[in-house]
């Protein structure tokens, strides 16, 4: 009965020290958006998510280098809450806030996310995402991300289709590969690649 206690507190105690690390590593960061690395699928309740990747990120004709983070956990059965943060050289910058809605869940998933971002202004996002697994391993997700961006002299409406595969590559890790399409004059395109790590 001892030993249960005991684990159960390292593994209450490694969560709190691993939000806090996403925390600290998202609020450190130079706080537009669109990339979003998550699939419709539902995290389990109490499950964290790391996500890293450097970007690529074209506009005007110019490519810029940036580094995209993500932290999520599942919250109840039907939410999860994601904090997201993407700096690059451009100016843009940003921190994000999400609150992903399972619409369906099973095969294919279906979700809707929800919440804000600042940075270079302010603004408001949505995303409607739907997965297709693929095999045991992979899973091919896409979708449509819109935001509305509050800035100083204008207001804009980015919006991109993103697609991608996610590859199982470990237990609990695994591997993205994501497109994001500017489709608005105001929406820069967007290639990542990164990994998710599962705690």
């Not at 206690?5 to 105690?13: F, Q, S």
């Not at 993500?70 to 059965?77: D, H, M, Q, R």
């Not at 940003?94 to 804000?116: E, H, M, R, Y």
Request: neutral net charge; hydrophobic residues 45%; charged residues 15%.
């Amino acid at each position: 009965m001892v030993i249960v206690k005991t684990h159960n507190k390292e593994a209450g105690m490694r969560r709190l020290i691993v939000s806090s690390v996403i925390a600290c590593v998202l609020l450190l960061s130079v706080a537009s958006h669109a990339q979003v690395y998550n699939t419709a699928q539902k995290l389990k309740s109490g499950t964290f998510r790391l996500c890293v990747a450097p970007l690529l990120v074209t506009r005007n004709g110019n490519i810029d280098p940036g580094l995209y983070v993500l932290g999520g956990v599942g919250v109840t059965s039907i939410m999860d809450l994601y904090l997201s943060s993407r700096v690059t050289s451009d100016n843009r910058s940003n921190f994000g806030v999400d609150i992903q809605w399972a619409l369906v869940k099973g095969t294919p998933a279906l979700s809707l996310s929800t919440g804000g971002h600042v940075g270079p202004g302010i603004g408001v996002d949505g995303t409607l995402d739907l997965a297709f697994p693929v095999g045991n391993t992979a899973v091919f997700y896409g979708g449509l991300d819109a935001d509305i961006d509050f800035e100083l002299n204008e207001t804009t409406v980015p919006v991109w289709v993103f697609l991608g595969p996610r590859i199982q590559i470990r237990k609990n890790t695994t591997l993205f590969l994501e497109v994001d399409i500017g489709v608005t004059n105001v929406t820069p395109s967007i290639l990542g690649l990164g990994l998710s790590f599962y705690l």
